[in-house]
C-alpha cells in the first residue's frame, strides 16, 4: 500500500515561491504517475500538474504553466512542485496523488492521495 505525505505550504505574497514535496512510503514510486492537485475554498479539485511513471514526462495545466515545475527523485521517493511568481489564485491546499495511469487529469484515475498541505496568499 502506497501512502503520501505532502508538506512545504506555508503562507505567501504574491511573487513569492514554495516548494511543495510529496514523499512516498510503504512501496516504489517508481511504477506511478504523480499528479498535484488543488482545490480551492468552494470550488471543485483542480488538475495543476503531473510527471509521468514511464519517461519522467511533464504535463501542467495552463494556470501554472511557465510558472510550476514538477520533479521526481524516485531514489528518495519524493515529487516536488517548485511553484514561483505565486499569485493570489493559487491559494489552495495542495494534494500529490499516485496513479498506474500516465497523463489522466481526471481525479478518479488517481488511487493514492495524501492528506495535503495549504498554500496561502499572505497578502
Known amino acids: 500500500q502506497l501512502q503520501l505525505v505532502e508538506s512545504g505550504g506555508g503562507l505567501v505574497q504574491p511573487g513569492g515561491s514554495l516548494r511543495l514535496s510529496c514523499v512516498g512510503s510503504?512501496?516504489?514510486?517508481?511504477?506511478?504517475?504523480i499528479a498535484w492537485f488543488r482545490q480551492a475554498p468552494g470550488k471543485g479539485r483542480e488538475w495543476v500538474s503531473c510527471v509521468y511513471s514511464s519517461n519522467g514526462h511533464t504535463v501542467y495545466a495552463e494556470s501554472v504553466k511557465g510558472r510550476f515545475t514538477i520533479s521526481r527523485d524516485n531514489a528518495k521517493k519524493t515529487v516536488y512542485l517548485q511553484m514561483n511568481s505565486l499569485k493570489s489564485e493559487d491559494t489552495a491546499v495542495y494534494y500529490c496523488a499516485a496513479s498506474i495511469i500516465d497523463g489522466t487529469y481526471s481525479p478518479t484515475d488517481y488511487d493514492y492521495w495524501g492528506q495535503g498541505t495549504q498554500v496561502t496568499d499572505s497578502s
Open positions: 510503504g512501496v516504489t514510486l517508481d511504477y506511478y504517475a
